[in-house]
């Protein structure tokens, strides 16, 4: 990850970004980063460009509205069919549709999205394996078998901003 210069600051720049789509990206970065979630929407222009689509889920998981985010971000991570996963989806794509799973109430579907991802070593997957880890590492041995036949336990907690662009 490198930074861009705008006036007066520096933005974070994804080297996976499209280079027509830097500048906004980082402009977006930049919003998020200041805690102006509704001002990057309100940024983000109509497209349907992956990674301005990924953005849009973003600032919504930052907005507190994750189903809206399962909606943006669903397409990213299925095939046109809907029925599996793209089988070479982005990381930070899948990162960010399990993570609105999770906070629209489905951690089943947070798990089984987190568990697809092939690049176990992306900043956005290994945020998520963290989270997962301090979860687990926080149950007592009953609550993690509850856990594990989906009938009770402490539940998931995503404590960082939520969502990668």
Not at 119 to 146: C, I, Y
Not at 148 to 158: A, D, K, M, T
Request: charged share 15%; proline share 9%; glycine share 10%.
């Amino acid at each position: 990850m490198s930074s861009v210069l705008f006036p007066g600051l520096t933005a974070h720049v994804n080297p996976a970004w499209p280079p027509g789509e830097r500048d906004l990206l980082s402009r977006i970065a930049h919003l998020l980063g200041t805690g102006a979630a509704e001002s990057a929407l309100a940024a983000l222009p109509e497209s349907r460009s992956p990674w301005v689509r990924n953005a849009r889920g973003v600032c919504l998981l930052r907005l507190g509205r994750p189903a809206q985010a399962v909606e943006v971000l669903r397409g990213l991570v299925f095939a046109r069919h809907g029925l599996s996963v793209r089988p070479n989806v982005h990381p930070v794509f899948a990162a960010n549709y399990a993570t609105a799973l999770l906070l629209d109430g489905n951690p089943d579907g947070f798990h089984g999205i987190l568990s697809s991802v092939r690049d176990r070593s992306h900043p956005a997957v290994t945020r998520l394996d963290d989270a997962v880890w301090r979860w687990k590492v926080g149950m007592t041995f009953w609550q993690r078998v509850a856990s594990i036949f989906g009938v009770g336990g402490p539940p998931l907690v995503i404590d960082f901003p939520p969502g990668e662009l």
